[in-house]
């Protein structure tokens, strides 16, 4: 895809934190000298395209009362990983669900990353994914501190 000066104001924009407010493209397409309209058609083009994958809101949760959060390394056999993939992934509490490869002397192989209001909570959730997909080798690593989270801006 050639990426014009045009589309690449439009991909700069999108890529940041849009505006909260009923017509968020409105200043942009007034400073593009476009409409609204014109903005959107081509974010919905660039989406049936697969050149965007999704629009999505980015929580920032510890400032939303998750602080209880953990990566949590799961041993699970190559065959059952799609299975389990698909369980673990339909947890609204797990934003991150990854089959990596690993030094075969660590072998935890799968990686969610989860979120709670309290060790509790979290202890529990964790407990019912082991019981909903027979994985019951894991072990938690919660986090301690947060130093670094951002999305990705790629630069065009």
Not at 8 to 29: M, T, V, Y
Not at 61 to 72: I, L, P, S
Not at 80 to 104: F, K, N, T, W
Request: glycine share 4%; proline share 3%; aromatic share 10%.
């Amino acid at each position: 895809m050639k990426i014009s000066d045009l589309d690449r104001e439009i991909i700069n924009f999108i890529q940041g934190d849009i505006p909260l407010e009923p017509r968020p493209f409105l200043s942009l397409a007034q400073s593009l000298n476009l409409s609204e309209d014109e903005i959107i058609t081509r974010i919905r083009h660039w989406q049936e395209r697969g050149i965007i994958r999704r629009f999505a809101t980015i929580l920032a949760h510890y400032r939303a009362g998750f602080t209880a959060n953990a990566m949590v390394a799961w041993k699970v056999e190559a065959e059952d990983a799609d299975q389990v993939g698909m369980i673990m992934a339909s947890y609204d509490q797990a934003s991150h669900c990854y089959l990596r490869d690993v030094p075969e002397e660590f072998g935890y192989n799968f990686f969610t990353m989860i979120h709670a209001g309290s060790d509790e909570q979290m202890e529990r959730l964790v407990e019912d994914m082991a019981w909903q997909t027979g994985v019951k080798d894991y072990i938690i690593i919660r986090s301690v501190r947060e130093l670094k989270k951002v999305s990705m801006e790629y630069e065009l």
